[in-house]
């Protein structure tokens, strides 16, 4: 793969960015998933894991995939919204890190917000046209479709934020 190529293939960089993204996740989990969880708690909670380093690899990936010149054309509708999905619980366990506890109302504010930006951008950009347009909104390479799927999704965001403040 040369630089400035569309390749929507997986890469080593974005196994990399998943990795970094269940760091992330498991620091906000780790509270909700203490040592005497039931079966079924185990269950959610690990769903729960999967979706939000799913969500919190979106930064990294776009941000690898630039970095190795992947996407010449810049990041896609999908990838900034996959990007803005992300961000919230990523600066929320820096500011956690360096601040010595975990910010709940940053954290909830940031998802409120990268939430209604999805919103309205999935309406702007999958609801609101024609077949055609919806079409090409949602073509191109997996990140594009999978931060299309994480914004169409955006309540399970919420619930997320319920989890993880336990």
Do not use: Y
Not at 92 to 114: C, D, H, N, T
Not at 123 to 133: D, L, T
């Amino acid at each position: 793969m040369t630089a400035g190529t569309h390749d929507s293939r997986l890469t080593t960089a974005d196994f990399m960015a998943f990795t970094i993204g269940a760091a992330f996740a498991l620091l906000h989990l780790k509270r909700a998933l203490g040592p005497d969880v039931s079966t079924p708690g185990l269950i959610v909670g690990s769903l729960a894991f999967l979706w939000l380093t799913a969500t919190t690899a979106g930064p990294f990936v776009v941000l690898f995939r630039r970095m190795a010149g992947v996407e010449s054309e810049g990041p896609t509708v999908g990838d900034r919204l996959w990007l803005v999905l992300g961000a919230p619980w990523i600066l929320s366990s820096l500011f956690a890190w360096l601040q010595s506890g975990f910010p709940a109302i940053v954290l909830a504010v940031g998802v409120a917000e990268a939430c209604l930006l999805a919103m309205i951008e999935v309406w702007r950009r999958w609801i609101s046209v024609s077949a055609e347009e919806a079409k090409v909104a949602f073509s191109g390479a997996w990140t594009n479709r999978f931060g299309m799927i994480l914004a169409i999704a955006w309540p399970v965001q919420i619930a997320l934020l319920l989890i993880a403040s336990t």
